[in-house]
């Protein structure tokens, strides 16, 4: 699985290990849920994710530790 889209499912948390097992994930799509915190190790095992997209979501909190594992392309835009 190479491109994962999750857009507008109301999810409103993601466990640290949720995609632990997607290695070859290159594309997240979770825009338009209800996401209000990010975790820190959410991307530790994703070595090939190159977009990210939080557009459209509830983020109040980022765990410092989040950016260690940033992507370069990640979108937060819309936040609300």
């Known amino acids: 699985l190479s491109s994962l889209n999750l857009n507008q499912n109301n999810i409103a948390y993601l466990q640290d ?7 070859k994930l290159t594309n ?8 209000e915190n990010l975790q820190s ?10 977009y990210v997209d939080f557009s459209k979501n509830l ?11 940033v992507i370069s392309n990640t979108n937060l835009s819309s936040v609300y």
């Open 17 to 23: 290990s949720v995609f632990d097992d997607l290695i």
């Open 28 to 35: 997240l799509s979770l825009n338009s849920n209800k996401l």
């Open 41 to 50: 190790d959410l991307f530790k095992n994703l070595n090939e994710l190159t």
């Open 59 to 69: 983020i109040k909190s980022v765990n410092k530790k989040f950016f260690d594992y």
